[in-house]
DNA sequence: ATGAAAGCGCTAACAC
DNA sequence: GTGTTAGCGCTTTCAT
């Protein structure tokens, strides 16, 4: 190999136009006649022309290209919205470029600068945890920016996500009303913006139900080993929760394990509802009570707030949250108290004790 | 924004360095002054420099970046292979454009041809059923290229995957000495060579067993819906096998869902075998029996041989058959004749009629 | 050890 | 409608 690459100007010559035509054809210019178009063409499909995009980017000051970064692509919400924003992005002739950060805020900030060496024209992103040296970066290079997913209160740069704490607090009604009372929270961490709201609906939900008392938020980590090792000794105590509510897709696969150590099962012995909903859910038993997020929507708020960004770089930021509906299906039953001594229906105010014999 | 980006030169002339110097300091090449290379590494922090990495590729004519295509980002064994090359790539400073199919051939061809023009240094390609016109523009191009896990029988660039005949051989063993005699495999299309593979590992199968007139093969379609629908029928009628063994993700999620829809119950009434493990698949019940693909290992043998073409291109083709092991789990059991009828272990003799009352 | 200069392949501005 | 030309920002000889 190593042969060199065939360029616009050896399709020029061969088509006997001038280099500027042939770039005119290719950018589909108006101006060129259609013997010139068509003879241009020909050469080019027989030369096996390929336009280098690193050429006309750098002569261009654009590259039709976004960079997306998520902190990992073994995670289903963010693959569908991988999904969602490439094809979106391709149907206007824009490429994404997709780094991930595995959470790690010293690896986003390099994918980050990265992304920025590429001249990417804007940028959307899923952030880790700590992302204030990437947040500084992007700033001070002025790229138009999109935060997905794990935004902030008041973020800086424009937002879309979902509305968290009414997603959670509208879960966590569910389970009140289904009668437990005892509930856990399992999340892998309050640092990020979005688990903070998703506690504070559990949190203002079980407040609104005279319940604060018995809310249990338990932060096990990021990953799902941690979760299982860190959730398993709450489900085994004597004052365990009848109903475990799970910020996230790592979290629920964290406790699954967790009950199966445990030998539990759901929803007789323990209630699950969890937070991000997919196809493995609805499949396997028993099916999975869970909040969805609306990917596609997020994808495309995120999406048009990024090229309006390309028009009118300082626009004042737009901050979108869009609700999540729940889903309830099998794994949120009443709590096993309530079978041995129904509850007389005294709406939230007493209790049926959870814990096992 | 639209404030230029700082270039080399500033951050030179601000050093006090001339270009070359600058552009020295950042390749870390040798020859230059300590106090220099000082100097620039301070101007470019000070001025926020990124190497515009789309002049330099043009400059260089090398990138130092792979071009990955997958079919689909939905699907996790695509998701672990991208895992673990981009992993890799990084390790080596090199980074990875991940682009993707839908398994549509045209869609294919035209993403290639904007890795093309990105001069990606290399190509991994998971191929859609017919990518002779993507094959048609790798070769023309002379770049190296490793075909991954959809690999024909004798493909002209290297290629890395699974021994698919001898895995589905080993699956169908082992539904046979449960007792299964009746079998269906369930794949999407046998246009995909490895399917075709997986096809003819389990009929080798059935056929050394001497059950080859019990062995059905179903080709519903490429998606979970098509496969539901196609699946279905065969589920209810009266000579329905009693294990299912499924070539792919999405026809075990499909399968899953006829099952559902016929009410049966797995494996009481139906055994089940998948191709492609994965976490969901052990912890929602039944705990489903899989065949498991070292994607890890595959990723490591790509990168290998992707990388060795770089230094030599002429190399002869490689191509990399790595074995699959078999996870036995809930999911396949004896067949429910068994029950009734136990048979007298006659070795894949006679027969256990499956088909229920 | 450092500087000057050529040029990678392309687009856009301008001339004809 | 077509040709010419000047760079885009960088790497890489080649002098010094």
């Known amino acids: 190999m190593s042969q060199r690459k065939t360029t616009i100007r050896e399709v020029a010559s061969r088509a006997g136009v001038s280099l500027g035509t042939a770039s005119n054809v290719f950018n589909g210019k108006a101006g060129v006649g259609a013997e010139s178009r068509q003879r241009v063409l020909e050469a080019a499909e027989a030369l096996g022309f390929r336009p280098n995009s690193l050429a006309a980017g750098l002569r261009r000051q654009r590259t039709r290209t976004i960079g997306l970064v998520v902190p990992d692509v073994l995670n289903i919400v963010f693959n569908e919205l991988v999904e969602h924003l490439e094809n979106i992005a391709l149907s206007q002739s824009y490429e994404v470029i997709i ?9 986003e900030h390099e994918r980050v600068r990265a992304l920025l060496s590429r001249r990417v024209d804007g940028l959307v992103i899923v952030p880790t945890r700590d992302w204030s040296a990437t947040e500084r970066e992007m700033r001070h290079h002025r790229i138009p920016v999109v935060v997905l997913d794990r935004v902030a209160a008041h973020d800086h740069f424009p937002s879309v996500a979902v509305d968290n704490a009414a997603a959670t607090r509208l879960g966590t009604e569910h389970l009140l009303g289904l009668g437990h009372r005892d509930l856990a929270f399992v999340i892998n ?4 913006w979005n688990s903070a709201a998703r506690v504070e609906g559990f949190l203002a939900a079980m407040r609104a139900a005279g319940l604060e008392k018995r809310a249990r938020v338990l932060l096990p980590g990021m990953t799902e080993e ?10 085994t105590a004597a004052n365990r929760p009848t109903a475990v509510f799970t910020g996230s897709n790592v979290a629920t696969l964290g406790v699954l394990r967790a009950v199966q150590d445990a030998g539990m099962a759901i929803p ?5 509802l969890a937070f991000d909903d997919f196809a493995w859910l609805t499949v396997l038993r028993p099916f999975v009570s869970a909040i969805r997020q609306p990917t596609e929507a997020l994808a495309g708020h995120a999406w048009r707030i990024l090229t309006a960004a390309f028009e009118a770089p300082d626009r004042p930021a737009e901050h979108i949250r869009l609700p999540a509906p729940l889903i309830a299906r099998e794994t949120t039953a009443a709590p096993p108290g309530k079978v041995k001594a129904p509850r007389r229906m005294k709406a939230f105010k007493d209790t049926v004790d959870g814990a096992l014999p």
């Open 99 to 107: 780094v991930t950060s595995r959470e790690d805020p010293e690896r």
């Open 189 to 192: 961490s309050t640092r990020l």
């Open 226 to 235: 941690e979760t299982r090792a860190g959730v398993l000794p709450v489900l």
């Open 268 to 272: 007789q012995d323990l209630s699950l």
